[in-house]
């Protein structure tokens, strides 16, 4: 496995998580990286990328959520404030393995992690 997503849980409206995501074999250390999510029935859809030139935020958690990274413990990490049961269903890490125009497009990421399952209650 090469890359580990932890950090999900359960909390309520208005709580905080902070997702982590491992790159065990300390291959992608110049690659970006993203966070997607996917919530039952939906589609996967973009939530945050970070690269050497920046970061990328998806409108619908822009200003709540926050993309970062520590090279040197080979982790991404997502911290999520201010959640809503909206923001419910697994998050997926991923590396952007082509160089599309935006960072969004989930069709230029891979080495997608197991996923991680964040419940927001009301």
């Known amino acids: 496995v090469q890359l580990q997503a932890s950090g999900g849980g359960l909390v309520q409206a208005g709580g905080s998580l902070t997702l982590s995501c491992l790159d065990s074999?300390?291959?992608?250390?110049?690659?970006?990286m993203g966070w997607f999510r996917q919530a039952p029935g939906k589609e996967r859809e973009f939530v945050a990328a970070?690269?050497?030139?920046?970061?990328s935020t998806a409108d619908s958690v822009k200003g709540r959520f926050t993309i970062s990274r520590d090279n040197a413990r080979n982790t991404v990490y997502l911290q999520m404030n201010s959640l809503k049961p909206e923001d419910t269903a697994v998050y997926y890490c991923?590396?952007?393995?082509?160089?599309?125009?935006?960072?969004?497009?989930?069709?230029?990421?891979?080495?997608w992690g197991q996923g991680t399952l964040v419940t927001v209650s009301s």
């Open positions: 991923a590396v952007r393995v082509l160089p599309g125009s935006t960072m969004s497009d989930p069709h230029d990421y891979g080495y």
């Open positions: 074999g300390r291959r992608f250390t110049n690659y970006a």
């Open positions: 970070i690269s050497w030139s920046g970061s």
